[in-house]
Each structure stands twice: as C-alpha cells, then as structure tokens.
C-alpha cells in the first residue's frame, strides 16, 4: 500500500522482579533514539536461563511494571502467557503474526548480549526483528567477546537505519 506505515514498536522482555528506573530508562532512550511510538514490556512468566526460586509472583512483578510505566509511553503486558509461550523466539513468531501493522524492535541491554548464544534458536530470534543492544557498564566488554556478537556484528546498522 502506497504511503502505509508500519507502527514502530520496541520490545523489552524480561523478569522485571521488579521493574525499576533501568528499565524505564533504557526504554523512553529507544522511544527517542529509534523513533518508536512505543514500548511494549514483555513481563515474563518464568525465564529459563534463571533460577525462579526468588522470583516474585507474575502479578506482583508486572504490578511493578505498571507502576514504573506510568506516564510513559510504556505498555507492560504479560503476553506471553495469553500466548501460551515460554521461549522469546516463540512469542516473537506469534506477535508478528499477530500484529501485520508493527515493526517490532527487539531492546536489550548489552549484559544479555554477552549471554544471547545462550538464548533459544537466537539467530532466528535476529532473523525475525532487528535487535537494538544498549550499553551497561560493566558488562560491554564481556558483550564484545560474546560469540552471538561474533556473528551478529556484521548486520549492525546505525540506529537510524532501523
């Protein structure tokens, strides 16, 4: 269609046990630096790379999501158990099937860079969305020496490339 736009829509995915001003943070820089119309925080059930033993009950994490959010453009949901998946590449093969009219950015910090190999069926996670990695210090050098950052630094594109 001639003149459509898809909507520009980050997406952070996580425990948020609980949400706090990092995550709020890195999402209103993205709205700005990728010129998003809004984020969306994917509140998990249950992360398989950590150990759920102190985590907080879904409701009260994404009760702390919604705090953190307000007056933001920042959407927490708990899609994922709506959609019944557990696996990031399986909820973002759902959501752009779901959602034709979006153009979904994968947001992460570079401490999950540095563990992103570690991630399940994480080249087609790339292949799906653009990933944009915002920095953390302390962890950009391990995210540097990481092996999924061996294979995606060739796709690197300015952020407003994306």
């Known amino acids: 269609m001639a003149g459509s736009r898809l909507t520009p829509i980050g997406l952070l995915g996580g425990s948020f046990n609980p949400a706090h001003r990092g995550h709020r943070a890195i999402s209103l820089f993205a709205i700005e ?29 994404l009760a702390s999501a919604r705090q953190a959010a307000r007056r933001a453009p920042i959407r927490p949901t708990a899609i994922e158990t709506r959609l019944g998946t557990r696996y990031t ?11 034709p009219n979006r153009r979904f950015i994968w947001l992460m910090g570079a401490d999950n860079l540095a563990q992103f190999h570690r991630w399940r069926d994480w080249r087609r996670i790339a292949a799906l969305v653009p990933i944009a990695v915002a920095t953390r210090p302390g962890y950009d050098a391990r995210a540097l020496k990481a092996p999924a950052w061996g294979w995606l630094r060739r796709f690197v594109r300015p952020a407003s490339g994306l």
């Open 89 to 99: 590449v399986d909820t973002l093969r759902r959501l752009v099937r779901l959602y």
């Open 33 to 61: 630096a990728l010129g998003l119309d809004e984020v969306w925080w994917l509140v998990s059930p249950g992360n398989p790379l950590k150990d759920s033993k102190d985590m907080a009950p879904l409701a009260a994490r």
